[in-house]
């Protein structure tokens, strides 16, 4: 079943990454697609239980990262859906682990360009990027 949840993932990230970078948005149909994932993987995992887990998972991030969207819009609602969905596929735990990576990789690029350019980035972030990047990171360490 992780191999299905990482697949899954990898798909969703790649699609979302790529319509970030040309729309700057990450459309619905492939968060509902996700989510559709998300409930497949959980009534797999957890039978008909699996709908009140997948509901759980789906919830938490938006509680977790709306005040960053609503003050100052720090992280794009799009991306704030993205990591909903991720959660509900690869659960929580993971997702902690995906926020904190993709935190820790934006910020290095924010430096490291603003360093090249000799001045502050003032420009949107595709923080999709930021999203793959980390779960490819960390599934790149989970193999060693």
Known sequence: MKET???L???I???ASLFDAKEYKIPNQLIILGYLAGI??????YGMMGIAYFILKAVWPYICLSMLYLFGK???SGDIK???VVATIIGAKSTVDVMVASVMIAAIAVVAVSIYEGHL???NLHYSYYITAAFF???VQSIR
């Open 5 to 7: 949840s990482t697949f």
């Open 9 to 11: 993932i990898w798909s």
């Open 13 to 15: 990230l790649t699609v």
């Open 40 to 45: 497949f993987v959980n009534l797999q995992q």
């Open 74 to 76: 720090q992280i794009g």
């Open 82 to 84: 993205l990591f909903s």
């Open 121 to 123: 980035m003032k420009r």
């Open 137 to 139: 990171f960390l599934q």
